[in-house]
């Protein structure tokens, strides 16, 4: 089935871990984003892609850090854990407009101990 | 950058009756809006979208939204909810730069 799958959906780890979110599309997207949602923040960019190997910063990136070496995979690693990314985190595609996804998974609910 | 004010965190209403969920935006630039919807445990679905021509749009699912460029506004609405459309509500504004602005969410709760 067409879609966008993340893995693990839920993750528990601690800090000063490093930890990686898989996200995986069959649309064939140009674009892909990882958002993360905090209650009373809505969804903040954290980086995007327009195609393999072109990734730029969001709005909160510090601390991410993201790869595009094939059109369908863009995982999320955060390389050594803090609390404060204890978060929801959304991946999402999109094909024809620049910055604007049109499908999300369904999040990977990390905690950071 | 550009901002999105979601001005009602929750609202709770009864099956059948009308509902506005409000959307403002703040931008130096032409935007395009939209409105996206989040069930439990779930990603978010895009509702409805306005980039360009008529200010009413409308989804497939009876919601519609006006755009209105004066009051910067996006406000989403329907004349009759249903107890499944109980979500959370998310107005967006992009400029087309990859930089979409998300609103913190509107609750909508329908009660029988």
């Known amino acids: 089935d067409a879609g966008i799958t993340q893995s693990p959906r839920y993750k528990i780890t601690e800090t000063g871990r490093q930890v990686t979110l898989m996200c995986h599309q069959t649309?064939?997207?140009?674009?892909m984003f990882w958002y993360r949602q905090d209650l009373g923040h809505g969804l903040r960019l954290i980086y995007y892609?327009?195609?393999?190997?072109?990734?730029d910063k969001g709005e909160v990136p510090d601390g991410y850090v993201v790869s595009r070496s094939k059109t369908e995979n863009f995982p999320l690693t955060l390389e050594s854990a803090t609390r404060s990314q204890t978060s929801v985190y959304f991946c999402?595609?999109?094909?024809?407009?620049?910055?604007?996804?049109?499908?999300f998974g369904d999040g990977t609910r990390l905690s950071i101990l | 950058a550009q901002s999105v004010t979601q001005l009602d965190s929750q609202v709770p209403v009864f099956e059948e009756a009308p509902v506005e969920l409000r959307c403002n935006y703040s931008?130096?630039?032409?935007?395009?809006l939209f409105w996206y919807v989040q069930y439990p445990n779930q990603g978010l679905q895009l509702l409805l979208k306005?980039?360009?021509?008529?200010?009413l749009v409308e989804s497939i699912n009876g919601f519609e939204a006006e755009f209105n460029k004066s009051q910067t506004s996006f406000h989403l609405r329907k004349p009759s909810v249903h107890i499944s459309d109980t979500a959370e509500y998310f107005c967006?504004?992009?400029?087309?730069?990859?930089?979409?602005?998300f609103g913190a969410g509107t609750r909508l709760t329908v009660k029988p």
């Open positions: 306005y980039l360009s021509g008529s200010t």
């Open positions: 892609s327009a195609a393999a190997d072109i990734t």
């Open positions: 999402a595609s999109g094909g024809d407009r620049a910055g604007q996804p049109q499908h």
């Open positions: 649309w064939s997207h140009s674009y």
């Open positions: 931008s130096s630039v032409s935007v395009y």
């Open positions: 967006a504004v992009s400029n087309n730069n990859n930089d979409m602005r």
